[in-house]
C-alpha cells in the first residue's frame, strides 16, 4: 500500500519534472519579447514554486514516515536528486548560454538591442542644409530665395556639403551647368505635372531663336536665379483659381446651370481679363502664352501665386543679343547700350523695357486693365471671381 | 531526528545526505530568482536630450506635386552610402495606356534620370515615390528570427546590423519591397528615415532634397506638424491596408492603379 503511493508520488515527480522543464525551456525563450515579458516573469515563478513544492512535499512526507518510526530507505527520497540536477542544470545551462549569446541592451526596450537605437543616430549628416550655405554664399541664396529655385535646396543641385563647409578650401562642390543637368527636372515628360516648367530643349531652342546646339541653358538662364523675377514668389499675393462652376455662377441651383457647348475651359485668363485679352491679341506678343510671363505657381486646390517679370533681364532672355542668335528669332538688342542710346540722360539709368514698350508691344496696364472685365463666359453672372485688389502692382493681372 | 544526528560518523559528512541536497536546492533556486528579476525600467531619453516617447515619426508623398526629378534618391545615397543597384527610396512612373495597360518602370541607371516616353499612347502618367511605410504593425520585424528587425518607440523601423544574420527573411516578408540585403555589409538594408537626422531635428535627406515638397514629413504627435495638418485637412490613401500592416507613408493624390 505504502510503496504503492511512493510509486505515484516519484511518477507525479517525474511528470512535474517534465513539465517544468518545459516552462522552464518557454521562460529562457520568452524573456525579452515585449509582449511577452510578463508571461515570462509569471513561467519563470512558476517553475520556482513548482520545484519548491515538488522538494518540500518529498521532505514533509518523509519527514511524516520518520516520525511513524519507519526506516526510510535512501531509494526514497534520492531519486529527487538527479531529477533536481537535470533541471537546475539545463535552467542554468540555458540561461548561461542565452547570457553568452544575447547581447546586454537585448530586450530593454523590447525584443530588440535597446543600444542598437542609439547607435543608429550617431552618423554625422552630410545634407546640412541651406542654413550652413548662407554664411558664405548669402549673395546666391538671397538672389535664389526670391525666384523661382526658391524651394530648391543648394544641396540639390550642389550635392552634400558636409565635407565642404568642413574645409571649404580643399573639398569643393560641384557646379551642374550641362543642358542635361537642367533637363534632370526640366524635360517634358508625359508623367511630370502640367504646370511644371518643362521643354522639349530643341523646341525650345528653335522658340528662342538659338542656332548653336551646343550652348547651355546657364546662358540665359541664371540657376539661381531662372527668371529674374521682380517680385518674390514667396511673397506674391494669392489668385483665386476657377475651378467648379460656383466659383463663378453664384447663387445657382443645378436645375438652372446648363453646359453650353462653347464654355470656355476653365481657369483660362480671358475668362476674367477679357478686354486686356482682346487688346493683347492685336499685339506682336499675341502667340505667347499669358503664363510665359506671368508665371503661376499652384499653391492649393483654389489658389495660386502669380508673379510677373519687369526685370530687363527677363525680357533679355528672347531679346538680349547674343551670337548663338538666329537671324530668324525674335528682335534683338545689346543692354544696357539700347537703354543708353534711346535715353537722354541720368533719369533713364533706371528705365526697365516696359517703361516704353508697354502699350504697343506687351499690353497696356492700369487700375482699369487690372479689374477682370465683367466676368464669366455668358456675362449673365455678376463678377465673384477674381476681383483683383485695384491697390495691387501689375504682378495681379492676366492676359490673353 | 537527534538519534539520526548521532549516528552521522565523520566518513558519512561527505556522503550525499538529504540536508545537504536541501540546502543546494535551495541556493540555486535563489540564485535563479536573482537572474529572472526583470532589469531597471527602460527610458527613451539619450544623454543629447532627445526623448524619443515624446516624437512619432510619419511620412506623406503628394504625388501630384512629383516631377521625376529624383532628387530624392541621389539625395538618400550620399546621405546613407546606398551600394549600387539597391535602392532605399524609388520613384516610379505609372504610364497607363489608352487601351488600359499599365507601364511602371523607375530610373535605376544612368545617374537616375527617366528616360523620355516612346509612343503617344499614353492617357495618363504621373510619378510616384516610393519608400519604407514604417508599418505600425511591421512584417518584417515579426518574422525577425535575431531581433534584428525593430521598431523604436517614435515609430521608426530599423535593422540592428550587429544582429543582423542577413538571412533575408525580412527582405521577402515586405509587402513594399522597401528591404534589401546590402551588397557590402550582407545584413538587411532599408531606409531609416534619417534616424540619424530627424533625432537632431533635421530633415530627412530625401525630404530636403525634394525641389517640389512633395514629400512631407513629420512628427504625428504634434498636432501642428506639417504632417498633422496635411493628414487632418487632406484625403489620403495608404498602400495595401488590406494587409493589415498600418503602414505610416500617407500618399495624396493616388490613382487605384498604384500598388
Known amino acids: 500500500m ?28 520568452s524573456i525579452g519579447r515585449e509582449q511577452n515579458a510578463a508571461l515570462g516573469v509569471a513561467v519563470g515563478l512558476a517553475v520556482l514554486t513548482v520545484l519548491l513544492v515538488a522538494i518540500g512535499t518529498n521532505l514533509l512526507l518523509t519527514a511524516r514516515r520518520l516520525e511513524a518510526g519507519e526506516d526510510v530507505p535512501a531509494s526514497d527520497y534520492r531519486h529527487t536528486i538527479p531529477v533536481f540536477a537535470v533541471l537546475v542544470g539545463v535552467v542554468l545551462v540555458g540561461v548561461g548560454l542565452r547570457g553568452l549569446a544575447v547581447p546586454e541592451t537585448f530586450g530593454q526596450f523590447g525584443h530588440f538591442r535597446g543600444a542598437a537605437a542609439t547607435e543608429a543616430r550617431v552618423k554625422t549628416p552630410r545634407h546640412l542644409g541651406k542654413d550652413a550655405c548662407k554664411k558664405c554664399h548669402e549673395k546666391e541664396l538671397t538672389l535664389h530665395d526670391k525666384d523661382m529655385h526658391a524651394a530648391v535646396q543648394c544641396e540639390t543641385c550642389h550635392g552634400a556639403g558636409s565635407a565642404h563647409v568642413a574645409d571649404p578650401k580643399k573639398v569643393h562642390l560641384v557646379k551642374p551647368n550641362t543642358k542635361q543637368d537642367c533637363l534632370v527636372c526640366h524635360q517634358a515628360m508625359a508623367a511630370r505635372p502640367g504646370r511644371f516648367p518643362q521643354i522639349q530643349w530643341r523646341d525650345h531652342f528653335k522658340f528662342a531663336g538659338v542656332d548653336d546646339e551646343k550652348i547651355e541653358c546657364v546662358k540665359c538662364h541664371s540657376p539661381h536665379e531662372p527668371l529674374f523675377l521682380d517680385r518674390d514668389v514667396r511673397k506674391a499675393r494669392l489668385h483665386p483659381m476657377i475651378n467648379r462652376c460656383r466659383d463663378c455662377h453664384v447663387g445657382r441651383t443645378d436645375a438652372t446651370l446648363k453646359q453650353p457647348d462653347d464654355h470656355p475651359p476653365l481657369f483660362q485668363c480671358n475668362y476674367c481679363h477679357k478686354e486686356i485679352a482682346a487688346k493683347f491679341a492685336q499685339l506682336p506678343h499675341a ?25 530687363p533681364r527677363f525680357c533679355l532672355l528672347c531679346h538680349g543679343a547674343a551670337d548663338f542668335r538666329s537671324k530668324n528669332g525674335p528682335p534683338t538688342i545689346e543692354w544696357p547700350a539700347h537703354r543708353d542710346e534711346m535715353g537722354s540722360g541720368e533719369e533713364d539709368a533706371t528705365k526697365r523695357c516696359v517703361d516704353c514698350h508697354q502699350e504697343n508691344y506687351i499690353h497696356p496696364v492700369g487700375h482699369a486693365a487690372l479689374l477682370p472685365a465683367a466676368v464669366a463666359p455668358a456675362g449673365e453672372v455678376t463678377a465673384t471671381a477674381p476681383a483683383a485688389d485695384p491697390t495691387a502692382t501689375a504682378g495681379q493681372e492676366e492676359t490673353k | 531526528m537527534t538519534d539520526r544526528k548521532k549516528n552521522e560518523s565523520a566518513a558519512d559528512r561527505s556522503a550525499i545526505t538529504r540536508r545537504k541536497v536541501l540546502k543546494a536546492m535551495g541556493i540555486t533556486s535563489g540564485l535563479l530568482l536573482v537572474r529572472c528579476t526583470p532589469a531597471a525600467p527602460p527610458t527613451g531619453q539619450a544623454s543629447d536630450g532627445y526623448d524619443w516617447s515624446k516624437h512619432y515619426w510619419g511620412y506623406a508623398i503628394d504625388t501630384e506635386k512629383c516631377i521625376g526629378c529624383n532628387a530624392c534618391m541621389r539625395a538618400c ?7 549600387e543597384g539597391v535602392f532605399r527610396t524609388w520613384v516610379e512612373r505609372y504610364e497607363i495606356t489608352k487601351s488600359g495597360e499599365v507601364r511602371v518602370d523607375a530610373a535605376t541607371h544612368d545617374n537616375f534620370v527617366f528616360a523620355e516616353t516612346k509612343g503617344d499612347d499614353v492617357a495618363q502618367a504621373f510619378f510616384v ?3 519604407c511605410n514604417h508599418c505600425e504593425k511591421s512584417v518584417c520585424n515579426q518574422v525577425c528570427p535575431v531581433g534584428a528587425a525593430y521598431r523604436t518607440v517614435d515609430g521608426v523601423v530599423l535593422v540592428d546590423p550587429e544582429q543582423c544574420v542577413g538571412c533575408g527573411y525580412c527582405v521577402q516578408a515586405c509587402p513594399y519591397g522597401s528591404r534589401f540585403i546590402n551588397p557590402k555589409t550582407h545584413t538587411a538594408d532599408k531606409c531609416t528615415l534619417c534616424y540619424h537626422r530627424i533625432t537632431k531635428g533635421l530633415l530627412p535627406a530625401c525630404v530636403q532634397a525634394c525641389p517640389r515638397e512633395a514629400r512631407i514629413f513629420g512628427d504625428m504627435k504634434d498636432p501642428k506638424s506639417k504632417l498633422s495638418m496635411l493628414l487632418r485637412q487632406k484625403r489620403f490613401r495608404l498602400l495595401k491596408p488590406e494587409l493589415g500592416t498600418h503602414p505610416k507613408c500617407y500618399y495624396l493624390g493616388l490613382d487605384r492603379e498604384v500598388v
Do not use: M
Not at chain 1, 9 to 27: D, E, M, N, Q
Open chain 1, 2 to 29: 505504502k510503496q504503492a503511493r511512493n510509486r505515484r508520488i516519484r511518477t507525479l515527480l517525474a511528470y512535474l519534472g517534465g513539465i517544468v522543464s518545459a516552462l522552464g525551456f518557454g521562460w529562457t525563450v
Open chain 1, 287 to 311: 502667340k505667347i502664352d499669358c503664363t510665359t510671363c506671368h508665371i503661376f505657381q499652384q499653391v492649393s486646390d483654389t489658389a495660386g501665386r502669380i508673379v510677373r517679370d519687369a526685370d
Open chain 2, 77 to 83: 545615397r550620399a546621405e546613407n552610402d546606398v551600394p
Open chain 2, 129 to 131: 515615390p516610393k519608400i
